[in-house]
């Protein structure tokens, strides 16, 4: 059973953005797969709703998705970017605010362990800590799901009797620098939080203080 959104991208589908659409309840039914019944409960679900205007004409009615509906429409677009633009060959931009971390970057990038990977896997020889990054609402539900995309493996190992944790990395670029993101398999950060790696000082490469809003590229 199709619902009242899936009924409004129908609509839009078959132009009701751009212009007025003449139909009937069962021109309707026949793209939602649904009765004539139904379909006109729809369209007046969608009127109450405030997601469409439309008035009566001698053979059908008259339907234009009004702002609000087109506003509906976007924020399901988003949902669906965020569903399906984390993967191979494509890239995201994920933004959001400059900010010290812990101090503890510098420990841990610095281990022969690590280093030797980022040099061999990354091809690069990463300054000594991370830019830590506070992401916005939609960027923290893009880099939740990277948690599950294979980026380039970073293994875990033991060294001086302790464990340290693997992780993932992705290329990345902020304003055409070249970088990583890291994605730990652990970490003292919360999921809102982007560790970014790069053989450079990125705060003073790029002029950065804390609050400073950035926005990184990361390529899959």
């Known amino acids: 059973m199709m619902s009242g959104s899936e009924s409004?991208?129908?609509?839009?589908?078959?132009?009701?953005?751009?212009?007025?659409?003449?139909?009937?309840?069962?021109?309707?039914?026949?793209?939602?797969?649904?009765?004539?019944?139904?379909?006109?409960?729809?369209?007046?679900?969608?009127?109450?709703?405030?997601?469409?205007?439309?008035?009566?004409?001698?053979?059908?009615?008259?339907?234009?998705?009004?702002?609000?509906?087109?506003?509906?429409?976007?924020?399901?677009?988003?949902?669906?970017?965020?569903?399906?633009?984390?993967?191979?060959g494509n890239k995201v931009q994920l933004v959001g605010k400059v900010f010290t971390g812990l101090g503890e970057g510098q420990y841990y990038i610095t281990q022969d362990g690590y280093m030797k990977q980022f040099e061999g896997r990354l091809n690069m020889t990463p300054f000594p800590g991370t830019l830590n990054i506070r992401l916005n609402g939609q960027s923290i539900g893009l880099r939740r799901k990277m948690e599950n995309v294979g980026g380039i493996k970073i293994d875990g190992f033991e060294a001086d009797d302790r464990t340290f944790g693997g992780g993932n990395a992705f290329k990345s670029k902020i304003d055409g620098t070249k970088c990583a993101v890291i994605i730990p398999e652990r970490t003292h950060y919360p999921a809102d939080v982007l560790e970014v790696l790069s053989n450079v000082n990125l705060r003073k490469r790029l002029k950065l203080s804390d609050g400073d809003e950035v926005m990184v590229e990361v390529s899959f």
Do not use: N
């Open 8 to 88: 409004l991208r129908k609509l839009a589908l078959m132009g009701g953005i751009d212009r007025t659409v003449k139909l009937t309840s069962t021109e309707l039914a026949g793209k939602i797969g649904a009765s004539a019944q139904t379909a006109a409960r729809r369209l007046q679900t969608l009127e109450q709703g405030g997601l469409i205007s439309r008035s009566m004409a001698a053979d059908g009615q008259l339907v234009t998705i009004t702002k609000k509906g087109v506003e509906s429409l976007r924020e399901e677009y988003k949902e669906y970017q965020q569903i399906f633009a984390v993967g191979p």
